[in-house]
Nanobody, 121 residues
Framework: QVQLVESGGGLVQPGGSLRLSCAAS????????MGWYRQAPGKQRELVAT???????NYADSVKGRFTISRDNTKNTVYLQMNGLKPEDTAVYYC???????????????WGQGTQVTVSS
């Protein structure tokens, strides 16, 4: 199994910054992709940013130019640097890891428990 530990959420004023971290541990054989999703009240969970093992990144249009996803392969950790935060960024942010474990032949998605980000004045 894979365990994901998220940290870095909190309450900030509009225009502020936060950095989210997600560390993966467990019986990991290989990680293919890591990413962040978010779910605001009354909304469906949506993709924020992803990064694959080759380094390519993908961002939601709403966060391009403000958020940056990065990865530290030595620590199996993915980060999300969030700058210029807006009230509409308020949501629970979930870490996602696509990985294979010893007991599986096909990559599987694993999810963190979520961390609250609140942007309010």
């Amino acid at each position: 199994q894979v365990q994901l530990v998220e940290s870095g959420g909190g309450l900030v004023q509009p225009g502020g910054s936060l950095r989210l971290s997600c560390a993966a541990s467990g019986s990991i054989f290989s990680i293919y992709a890591m990413g962040w999703y978010r779910q605001a009240p009354g909304k469906q969970r949506e993709l924020v940013a992803t990064i694959i093992n080759g380094g390519s990144t993908n961002y939601a249009d709403s966060v391009k130019g403000r958020f940056t996803i990065s990865r530290d392969n030595t620590k199996n950790t993915v980060y999300l640097q969030m700058n210029g935060l807006k009230p509409e960024d308020t949501a629970v942010y979930y870490c996602n890891v696509e990985a294979t474990i010893a007991a599986k032949l096909i990559p599987y998605d694993y999810w963190g428990q979520g961390t609250q980000v609140t942007v309010s004045s």
